[in-house]
């Protein structure tokens, strides 16, 4: 089978710092692959290579069958791959319901009419349609991390990725943002998370990563990697994560 | 967002003890207007024979702040993603453009505009044989026009600049990562919120851009001023004539500020 996702070999620099240090890595149709690692280690960088918010100096990532290389293709991808973000990114300046559709009718070209019933039924999906009128800082921050899955959602994307999607949540506001990503996970949608969330790994994920200084470390189904690691960085950090 | 609910209450505190319709700035207008009334009603010479002067002028210093501002708003638009662009070439047009323009004093600009730059152009046709080009008479309308939008836009495109960079640049990831290109993230995203940051600033470009529209008087342009030294030029009277033609300009600034307050207002987001 053709991965959905396929890097090979990226290297990332800013400046004099290293970031990605030949990176390769498959995920396949369906796959829900969770990164950790220690800050710093390239995991967000990785993630933003995927959809070309970060530019790589070498290696090749070929998602869904289009290589990231023209500018059209660039945007080919990033229709096919939604993104939530660690601060949500939500437009603050447009209502919840039109941040849900107004790339509906701009990219995808789809009719005001149908992208609202379409940006209904996901903020339906996300559990917030009575805040379809609000604006985005009136919500809570659960609220506004759950608004921009919904966003994602709307350009029917084949691959969702999550950089940190819980670490600027509340604790009690942790779990809501979870249950729709596990909704998510369940419908067979691909996924690649960043995040320490281990009990949302172990419950969806089909491998956990372990990335530092730019390098994946190990990798292996959650439940080995937490438990059983056999590298000593992963060891040490799960050590200091795991408490 | 951490702070939603201290801004709704300073919103509704500001509604309370703040009337729109009765505060300094109108009564500050209404007092300006109403000594220009006195004035004309109980000293109906000169200041009556001054406005009735000087009255054409009024509507050019309107008409030519206004055409240059529209052109400022789309020229300095320009300039300013110039400024912000990754392109080398872009980049460094922008930047020279505006260290360039704005070392020159606008004066100095206008100058050229009306008396040099026509001169350039007949030479052109002398040299290249265009009749056109040698005949070429500057219009001082278009001269004032083009002189003030190519100094201003310079100025506003550091407004547009600086507008576009304080919007956090998760707004633009968020936009491209939805599919859209530079252009569909600008209009339709970091725009509309830049606008809103940089109203005051803009507004306040605005009442400059009037208050410098004086300066077309030296290039053959009957605005306020220009009518204001015509008048007293053949009536001798300084003080009167100077202190109408300041009232004037005291009533067109006094209500652009209003305006821009009313439009601010209106445009602010909802939180």
Known sequence: ??????????HKYFGHVHALRGVSLDIYKGEVVVVIGPSGSGKSTLLRCINRLEEFDQGQIVVDGITLDSA???????????MVFQQFNLFPHLSVLENVTLAQTVVRKRNPAEAKIIGMQLLEKVGIPEKAQVYPLQLSGGQQQRVAIARALAMNPKIMLFDEPTSALDPEMIQEVLDVMLALAREGMTMVVVSHEMGFARAAANRAILMDEGQIIEEAPPNVLFTNPTNERTKLFLSKVLL | MVNSKNENNSKNGEKKGYSFFFDRWWLLLFGVLAIIVLLVIFKPDPFRR????????????IFTTVVSFVLVLIFGLAAGLGRISKNIILNGMATIYVELVRGIPLLVQLMFWYFAFPSVIQEVGNAFAISSFATYRANPFLMAILGLTFCYSAYMSEVYRAGIQSISKGQMEAARSLG??????????????AIRVILPPVGNEFITLLKDSSLVSVVAVADITRRGREFMAAN??????WVMVALLYLVLTLFSARIVTWIERKTKLER
Request: glycine share 4%; hydrophobic share 50%.
């Open chain 2, 236 to 241: 001798f009277i300084p003080i009167q004539t």
């Open chain 1, 1 to 10: 089978m053709e991965p959905i996702i396929h890097i090979n070999q990226i």
């Open chain 1, 72 to 82: 059209e293709n660039i945007n080919a991808v990033r229709t096919e791959v939604g």
């Open chain 2, 50 to 61: 001054i406005i009735i002067f000087v009255y054409d002028g009024i509507w050019v210093t």
């Open chain 2, 180 to 193: 859209m290109n530079y252009f569909q993230s600008m209009r339709f995203i970091i725009l509309p919120q």
